[in-house]
């Protein structure tokens, strides 16, 4: 578990390493709820009155269902992002543009 934990936390830091580089890449942020937990890369929110389905960047964790670490890394994410969490969203444009997403 405490090497888990260093993991976890090692992600985090490189993801906000990256959040600091990519900046110029990204809209400003919005604020949302945590409404659900999909596994531990995955989380639901609901910002504006609208449910999203969010897919964290960097960050690359076991579906539930990659016994024995999928559970578990979702109950770590659950942890950190308690349901009724508020959150802020930043979309990536290159991964939006990717998407087909438009502005």
């Known amino acids: 578990m405490i090497g888990m934990r260093k993991a976890l936390k090692t992600l985090l830091v490189l993801a ?3 959040l600091a ?3 110029p890449l990204c809209q ?3 604020a949302a709820t945590v409404v659900s937990i999909g596994d531990g890369d995955t989380i639901s929110v609901l ?4 449910k999203l389905k969010v897919r964290l960047a960097c ?5 539930t269902a990659q016994s ?3 559970l578990s890394s979702r ?3 659950r942890a950190l992002l308690p349901l009724g969490s508020t959150v802020s ?5 290159w991964i939006a543009m990717a998407a087909g997403w438009r502005k």
């Open 21 to 23: 580089v990519l900046g």
């Open 75 to 77: 109950n770590q994410l």
């Open 47 to 50: 910002e504006r009155g609208q």
């Open 16 to 18: 906000g390493m990256s």
């Open 68 to 70: 024995p670490y999928g």
């Open 59 to 63: 960050i690359d964790a076991p579906e």
């Open 89 to 93: 969203l930043r979309v990536r444009r």
């Open 28 to 30: 400003a942020a919005t």
